[in-house]
């Protein structure tokens, strides 16, 4: 049985996964591929990224459960969205935008960093 917190991130990737499916097809309905960068990173920053770690954290529950998971699950998953809701501005000509891509990055970046030590850390 896969526990509560594991989860999270396994439905929070469902979500990501139908908002780039969409936009995947708007794309190719409208030949208007302005977003391809914003498609590319929910899939793959989302849907693939988020499922992956929910999967982790199931095998490593050590891991998962830890006080490093819980920052590291807020701080991915504010990084996150704040990232592509600023790429999808800037591609759509908002260049005011930018510093908001550069602080959701590394807000991905320090969390992604906090999950590997996390995982180090409690692997047993
Ligand atoms: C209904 C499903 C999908 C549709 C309609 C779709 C549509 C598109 C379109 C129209 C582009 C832009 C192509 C271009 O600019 O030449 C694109 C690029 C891309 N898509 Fe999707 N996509 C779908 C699913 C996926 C999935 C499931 C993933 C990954 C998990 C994915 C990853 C990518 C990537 C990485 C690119 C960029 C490729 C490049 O830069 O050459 N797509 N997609
Ligand atoms: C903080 C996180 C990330 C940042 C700041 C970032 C940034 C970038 C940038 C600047 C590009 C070039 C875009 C262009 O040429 O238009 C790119 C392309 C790409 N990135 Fe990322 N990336 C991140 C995370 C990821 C992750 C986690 C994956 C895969 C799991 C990924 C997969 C790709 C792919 C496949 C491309 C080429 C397709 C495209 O241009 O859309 N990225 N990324």
Do not use: C, E
Not at 26 to 36: N, T
Not at 78 to 88: C, E, H, K, Q
């Amino acid at each position: 049985m896969m526990h509560a917190h594991a989860k999270t991130w396994v439905y929070l990737a469902l979500v990501y996964f139908l908002v780039a499916i969409f936009l995947g097809v708007q794309m190719g309905v409208s030949q208007d591929y302005a977003l391809r960068s914003v498609h590319t990173h929910v899939h793959l920053l989302g849907w693939v990224s988020l499922t992956l770690t929910g999967l982790v954290y199931h095998f490593f529950p050590h891991a998962g459960q830890s006080r490093m998971a819980h920052v590291h699950f807020w701080l991915y998953n504010s990084g996150t969205p704040l990232m592509l809701v600023a790429l999808a501005l800037f591609a759509r000509g908002q260049g005011a935008a930018q510093p908001v891509i550069a602080i959701g990055s590394v807000m991905v970046l320090l969390a992604v960093v906090l999950f590997v030590f996390n995982v180090l850390r409690h692997r047993g």
